[in-house]
Each structure stands twice: as C-alpha cells, then as structure tokens.
C-alpha cells in the first residue's frame, strides 16, 4: 500500500548562516513565545510543500540529480528583515536573475516529469528566509523587527545543494542533499 508523505525542496545555508538563523528563531521563541519557525531549518522554498508516494522517493532524487546536472552553484546575499503582511517576517534573499531561472524550472521540471501540483506561491516566488510566523500575533512584528534589527544578518550565500526535505513527526527534517551541476 501506498504511504505518502509530506515534502519541499530549498536551498539549506549550512555552517555560520544556519546558526544565525537559528539564533535569531530561538531569540523570538524566548522573548515572544513564537516557535513555529524552529519546525524546520533556516531555508530558501523553491518548490512548495508536496505531497509524495514516500516508496518513490528514489526514483525523485534520481530524477531531481538529472535536473540539477545542468545547472550551477547559486549565489545569494541574505539580509534585511522584511515582513508579508502581517503573518510572516523574514531575513530578505537577493539572487541574480539566475536563481529565478533557476526555480521557475524546476517548479515546470516537477510539474512536467513528477506530476507535482504547481502551487500559486510557487508562481509568486520571492526567495527569503522565513524567521517567524504562523504563530506571531500582528501586535507582536514591530517589536520582533526591532529585536532582529538590533543583530542584524548580512550574508553571502552559494547554494551548492538543492535539499529535499520531510514531514517527519510534525518537523522538517533534511532527508537529501542534492549536488548542484
């Protein structure tokens, strides 16, 4: 029988980024009591949660390698706090035109070869990292943006693997790491 499970793709800064990131999540879950962005790793989305036969998982990756081999590191600078509305606030994403290239493919690669719904946030694609939301009260961002602002982040980014990553046990975890070129 089939199992399906939840999944996304994104580009995963490792090392000094995540850990700012990271940070900066933990800081607002103390001071705010805002913690649903701890759910997942500090992350680019250029493929909306999916949902996926979890048996076919293999045969995804294989295919996600082919797609990737065609294509190179991206670079990207990550800083500036930002805000959508009054629902999400995020660490600002500046990429070359190649990085909107780059998921406007893929989201047609998925949808063409993997039969992957296009979602309507994957047609608006505005690369950022997400530092909190879902559980942040609309009173609450421009104190949140004050704190974030007073340790700011300005990174520069080369995103050197596409990451699949899984619904596990109501997290996000890291499930594949994918060569890009």
């Known amino acids: 029988m089939a199992s399906f499970q939840k999944y996304f793709l994104a580009l995963v800064p490792e090392g000094e980024l995540q850990e700012q990131a990271t940070f900066l999540k933990e800081t607002l879950k103390e001071r705010f009591n ?46 500036g706090v930002r ?7 995020y660490l600002n994403v500046e990429g070359k035109e190649d990085l909107f290239f780059f998921q406007k493919n893929l989201k047609a690669f998925c949808k063409r070869e993997l039969n992957i719904v296009d979602e309507l946030s994957d047609r608006n694609f505005h690369p950022h990292m997400t530092i909190a939301f ?11 943006i004050k704190v974030l602002e007073e340790q700011p982040v300005l990174e520069r980014f080369v995103a050197e693997q596409l990451f699949l990553l899984k619904r596990v046990e109501g997290r996000w975890k890291t499930h594949k790491k994918i060569k890009i070129g």
Request: proline share 6%; charged share 35%.
């Open 83 to 89: 805000k959508f509305g009054d629902r999400v606030v």
């Open 34 to 79: 805002v913690k649903y962005a701890l759910k997942s790793p500090a992350h680019i989305t250029v493929k909306m949660p999916f949902t996926y036969n979890e048996s076919k998982e293999e045969y995804l990756e294989q295919r996600l390698k082919e797609f990737l081999k065609d294509y190179h590191p991206l670079e990207l600078i990550v800083g």
């Open 134 to 144: 879902k559980d942040l009260k609309k009173n609450q961002i421009p104190n949140i």
